[in-house]
């Protein structure tokens, strides 16, 4: 044997389904999660995202791989689990050696001394898979105060002085009280006389009007529209709606929800106005169904703030699905579709859910 070639084919595919995948023998890969955080270094808030680590310990055998094997290739559990101990058997071997194991799609073990650990680097695929539940980072700068823009030096203007008046100068003579009364008793004749000269001329000018023809009664027009288009059209009057008859008929009608109402003629009619008599509105709440323990999640989202959680679940239930949040840990709010006591069960859902195309859920291990 060359390299782990069964191993290599599916061993990625399972990181989707589960958190802990076990090499029989070798170790186990375990996907922590981590919670979201701001990078100062770029202005960034980064989403929460799946770590994967590889511990050396876990030997013992979970039945994942076995399952998968038996699956894809046909052959028994017992067959299966045998082909996958020669493949851990054979990169045992190899990292023995100082060699470097590389499983494709997923990363490269290797020991950077006999002494040491196994270590595990993983692809950048497998990053992207892994990381951020679907989201992107957001650029989110701090606020910083506005400085503020220099002042402009602008000369003082200069200052006029003002020569004082004394009370014996010209300036003054003017504001006397003699000078007062005489300005007053010489504006009072000819405000009287301008007042009476305008009414003079008003009265003349309604005199003289009706002698050019002029009337202040109105008079039809002699105006004829040439063609229909030109006519204005008047519509006729509105007949009082008699109000007691027509919530009469509202309430009669009891198997429609919109009936057409000519409010002219104060009767139902097909060419009459839409008229709206009651709003049907069937409301159908959806929850996750309980079960006897809850062992297994269907996870259609994780989000920091509770308020995008609601939002997310309401779109779920509109879609049709049985959508619910429930607090999950870091503080995150998950959104599932579904809760399971068995884990075939919830991969059955899960493929449901995945082939209609309206989320990505992931399988998660409570």
């Not at 009364?181 to 007042?195: D, T």
């Amino acid at each position: 044997m060359s390299e782990p070639r069964f191993i290599s084919q599916h061993l990625h595919r399972l990181f989707a389904d589960h958190d802990c995948v076990v090499i029989p023998g070798l170790g186990g890969f375990v996907c922590n999660e981590r919670p979201a955080r701001y990078d100062e270094s770029r202005q960034e808030l980064i989403p929460p995202a799946r770590d994967i680590l590889f511990n050396e310990r876990l030997i013992h055998n979970d039945g994942v791989l076995a399952h998968v094997f038996s699956a894809t290739s046909g052959k028994g559990y017992t067959e299966a689990l045998a082909e996958i101990e020669r493949e851990a058997d054979w990169m045992r071997a190899a990292l023995r050696a100082g060699d470097a194991v590389t499983l494709a799609h997923v990363g490269r073990l290797f020991r950077k001394s006999p002494t040491e650990p196994v270590s595990f680097a993983a692809s950048p695929e497998l990053e992207r898979f892994l990381q951020s539940f679907g989201l992107q980072r957001i650029p989110l700068r701090p606020l910083t105060a506005a400085e503020p823009a220099a002042a402009e030096q602008q000369p003082a203007a200069p200052v006029v002085p003002l020569n004082p008046v004394t009370p014996g100068s010209a300036a003054r003579k003017t504001d006397h009280p003699m000078w007062r009364r005489i300005a007053a008793a010489v504006a009072i004749p000819l405000i009287a006389g301008s007042a009476w000269w305008g009414f003079q001329q008003e009265a003349s000018l309604l005199n003289v009007l009706p002698t050019m023809g002029w009337s202040n009664s109105a008079v039809p027009g002699a105006y004829q529209p040439r063609f229909a288009e030109e006519g204005v059209h008047v519509p006729p009057p509105v007949a009082s709606v008699d109000e007691n008859r027509l919530a009469t008929l509202m309430n009669s009608v009891t198997d429609a929800a919109t009936v057409r109402y000519d409010f002219a003629a104060d009767e139902v009619s097909e060419t009459g106005t839409l008229v709206r008599i009651k709003e049907v509105v069937e409301e159908e709440t959806r929850t996750v169904e309980p079960v006897e323990e809850e062992r297994f999640w269907l996870v259609a989202g994780a989000f920091g703030v509770s308020a995008n959680a609601e939002n997310h679940a309401s779109n779920a239930r509109a879609k049709g699905w049985n959508a619910e949040v429930r607090p999950g840990t870091n503080g995150l709010n998950m959104v599932i579709l579904g809760a399971y006591s068995s884990a075939s069960a919830a991969r059955v859902e899960m493929a449901r859910i995945r082939e209609a195309g309206d989320f990505q859920v992931w399988l998660k291990t409570l």
